[in-house]
């Protein structure tokens, strides 16, 4: 992943002349919305080493650097919320008070700094602090409330068995909820419930014995990224990530925690002996 990003930051820079529209993607032939959480993916690989792995080194303060580069181009705003909604169950599982004090400061300098672009017209040459700023300020969300609200409609028409999974126009509702409402009514929501459930209880398992879990309990963490970004831009049948996490979470949430001592065959306890 550092090679691919390493090559996409010098591919972006010097081939692109500025960040339009088609150079949001970089390399990547995926929608920019998309690139902008491969980039998330190496932040999180990145912290999960250092805060969890207790792995040190410079390569990952350049991952994180090379996985920020492509939020930033890609202007995407989930990445960016699942990214502040990570960092913050990640405080909650270290629970240092001195890693709660960077996270509170870096959070109001970048809100500060934000709105200082936003109000003297400097966000205007940034597509990302332009987007961002929209989103914070103006509670501008590309139009995603028309088509939440459209879904919310397709779903009350027909609230048993659900309706269309596309509308018209080809768009859907932006939302995994709604998407499953208005494409298969209660009926499905029920039957995602049931689903979901058991992808929350092993969630939380794998956050409650994190430290256990080592390398694997990154999923978890994929699967919370995925969950957001089905939630603000994804659908019913085109959410991959999300259910691919979601099933593995699953899988994980199976393991038993068993440390069992091997001892002797003799009375005394003693690990030495026949065994």
Not at 28 to 35: E, T
Not at 70 to 82: F, H, Q
């Amino acid at each position: 992943m550092l090679i691919i990003f390493g090559i996409n930051f010098l591919y972006t820079n010097f081939i692109f002349e500025s960040y339009t529209s088609n150079g949001r993607s970089g390399i990547f032939r995926s929608y920019y919305i998309l690139v902008g959480h491969y980039g998330l993916s190496l932040v999180i690989i990145s912290l999960y080493n250092y805060l969890f792995l207790k792995n040190k080194g410079y390569v990952y303060v350049l991952g994180i650097l090379l996985g920020l580069f492509p939020i930033y181009v890609s202007a995407a705003r989930s990445p960016v919320l699942a990214l502040l909604v990570i960092l913050f169950i990640f405080l909650i599982l270290i629970n240092k008070r001195k890693y709660w004090i960077y996270f509170f400061i870096t959070i109001s300098i970048f809100f500060i700094l934000l709105f200082i672009a936003y109000r003297s017209g400097f966000g205007e040459n940034s597509m990302f602090l332009k987007r961002i700023n929209a989103a914070v300020f103006e509670r501008n969300a590309s139009g995603r409330s028309y088509y939440l609200n459209k879904g919310i409609d397709t779903f009350l028409s027909n609230p048993v068995s659900g309706g269309n999974a596309l509308f018209p126009d080809g768009m859907y509702s932006h939302n995994l909820f709604v998407d499953i409402l208005m494409s298969t009514g209660l009926l499905g929501m029920v039957l995602f419930i049931i689903y979901f459930k058991f992808v929350a209880q092993s969630f939380f398992k794998i956050l409650k014995h994190i430290n256990q879990y080592k390398e694997s309990g990154i999923i978890a963490f994929f699967f919370l990224q995925y969950f957001i970004l089905a939630q603000t831009s994804g659908n019913l049948y085109s959410s991959f990530e999300c259910w691919y996490f979601g099933a593995v979470v699953i899988g994980l949430g199976y393991i038993n925690f068993t440390n069992e001592e091997i001892k002797s065959n003799d009375s005394r306890g003693n690990t030495a002996g026949n065994h």
